[in-house]
């Protein structure tokens, strides 16, 4: 995506907080308050930006945060790709290169939805869709987006209402950005659109604040920036399991890093690394093989994003978040 330096700025500047004021963009980029409000109006006209978004925090409400692996057996994948989508819990759907391979990540409200989502796909098996899948579950999550997550909160049990608004506040969480007809059309269906009607939205993004549940708010990319838009898929599992926690700490200070996420023994950790060509990747897995007594590193390009993901702009601001904790 090609921008000038001033709009690079403002996505910078509004990727950190989509909430900035105009006052403040004015203050950073030393123009007008009027200036500034018309610089990121633009971004929005001109499709820069596809969505404002918020940083969901899943440590901090009961979910069940899961991985399927999915081995393609034909390739009936426009098909596959639709009924995926359709999935509300669906939060990554990745390409793999060369294994026809799919990564899905699903953040489901409880074990009744969990099973529910199996049953879709043993019946894509037997629809031929799929050759086979695999369940990794999510046991830590400790970056999302480049932002470090925080832990220190009270695990909140969301109701049925209140786990629909916040999937809902995902796809986005300012109505007043979007004439009504686009909303429809680009972010949610009729129905949702009725149901977020009867909702007093700043109450309730104010309650997920205070919650911890609603970590940041910022925005998706309609595309990526080109000094920052490779993305890799890395396992890596440790010699000994204690040395995990100093691994985890270790990643969530590197701005490459942008995900990081605790698997069982099986996959060990799983990371999403973002750069700008694949030359720098072999440099930070042979940093890790000398510090940490890794037993296996894998590494996966990610060819394809099909659900559109917080991503930093630019490695400056991954830098910024690494070391920055609201």
């Known amino acids: 995506m090609e921008i000038d330096a001033k709009q690079k700025k403002v996505i910078e500047e509004l990727f950190i907080n989509s909430r900035v004021s105009s006052i403040t963009l004015s203050k950073i980029l030393q123009i007008s308050r009027q200036s500034a409000a018309s610089l990121r109006q633009s971004l929005w006209v001109e499709r820069k930006i596809y969505s404002p978004t918020i940083l969901v925090n899943p440590n901090n409400f009961r979910s069940h945060?899961?991985?399927?692996?999915?081995?393609?057996?034909?390739f009936k994948e426009s098909k596959l790709r639709e009924i995926l989508l359709e999935i509300p819990e669906l939060t990554m759907l990745n390409v793999l290169l060369g294994e026809k391979t799919i990564l899905t990540q699903f953040c489901v409200r409880n074990q009744k939805r969990f099973i529910e989502i199996l049953h879709i796909?043993?019946?894509l098996i037997d629809d031929g869709m799929l050759s086979s899948y695999e369940i990794t579950d999510s046991l830590g999550i400790f970056k999302v987006g480049g932002f470090i997550l925080d832990d220190d909160s009270q695990i909140n049990h969301l109701t049925e209402r209140r786990w629909?608004?916040?999937q809902l506040l995902r796809k986005n969480y300012n109505l007043r950005k979007w004439p009504l007809t686009e909303i429809s059309e680009q972010f949610f269906k009729i129905e949702e659109v009725k149901f977020l009607e009867k909702i007093n939205l700043l109450r309730e993004i104010y309650r997920f604040e205070e919650e911890g549940i609603i970590q940041n708010f910022t925005i998706i990319l309609n595309n990526p920036i080109a000094n920052f838009n490779t993305k890799y898929l890395v396992r890596m599992k440790p010699k000994q399991n204690t040395q995990y926690s100093s691994l985890i700490n270790q990643l969530k200070m590197n701005p490459n890093f942008i995900e990081i996420y605790r698997t069982g023994n099986n996959l060990g950790l799983l990371g999403i690394?973002?750069?700008k060509d694949k030359l720098s990747v072999p440099e930070i897995v042979h940093s890790l093989y000398e510090e940490y007594e890794i037993q296996?590193?894998?590494?996966?390009?990610?060819?394809?994003?099909?659900?559109?993901?917080?991503?930093?702009?630019?490695?400056?601001?991954?830098?910024r978040l690494s070391f920055f904790k609201k």
Do not use: A, Q
Request: charged residues 20%; negative net charge.
């Open 65 to 74: 945060n899961f991985f399927i692996f999915i081995s393609i057996s034909s």
């Open 121 to 123: 796909f043993d019946g």
């Open 164 to 166: 629909k608004l916040l």
């Open 273 to 275: 690394y973002c750069c």
């Open 296 to 319: 296996e590193t894998t590494i996966d390009l990610i060819v394809e994003e099909l659900i559109r993901s917080i991503t930093p702009p630019t490695l400056e601001i991954s830098k």
